[in-house]
């Protein structure tokens, strides 16, 4: 069984900044793709950065410049560093990681984080 847990999510102000962080548990070998999404209310589920096994990343035009993926195959965690932040960044921000485990494959989602930018 494999587990994401997200944390780091708050209120910060506009221009602030904040580091989310993804941890991965359980019976798992690796990740390969993982990547950060955000929801909020009313609107579709959105991909706002993607980082491969090798490293290779891509981010929504929105968050392009301000954001940054990143991973730490140690630790089986993977962050988003969150610049410049804006009002229109507010969501729930959640991680999906898929990957290898001791018997198979996984795909799986962490609970989200609340990110709230507001003065």
């Known amino acids: 069984q494999v587990q994401l847990v997200e944390s780091g999510g708050g209120l910060v102000q506009p221009g602030g900044s904040l580091r989310l962080s993804c941890a991965a548990s359980?019976?798992?070998?690796?990740?390969?793709?993982a990547g950060w999404y955000r929801r909020v209310p009313g609107k579709e589920r959105e991909l706002v950065a993607g980082?491969?096994?090798?490293?290779?990343?891509n981010y929504a035009d929105s968050v392009t410049g301000r954001f940054t993926i990143s991973r730490d195959n140690a630790k089986n965690t993977v962050y988003l560093q969150m610049n410049s932040l804006k009002a229109e960044d507010t969501a729930v921000y959640l991680c999906?990681?898929?990957?290898?485990?001791?018997?198979?494959?996984?795909?799986?989602w962490g609970q989200g984080t609340q990110v709230t930018v507001s003065s």
């Open positions: 999906n990681a898929m990957g290898r485990t001791t018997t198979g494959f996984y795909n799986n």
């Open positions: 980082i491969t096994s090798g490293g290779r990343t």
């Open positions: 359980g019976s798992i070998l690796s990740i390969g793709v």
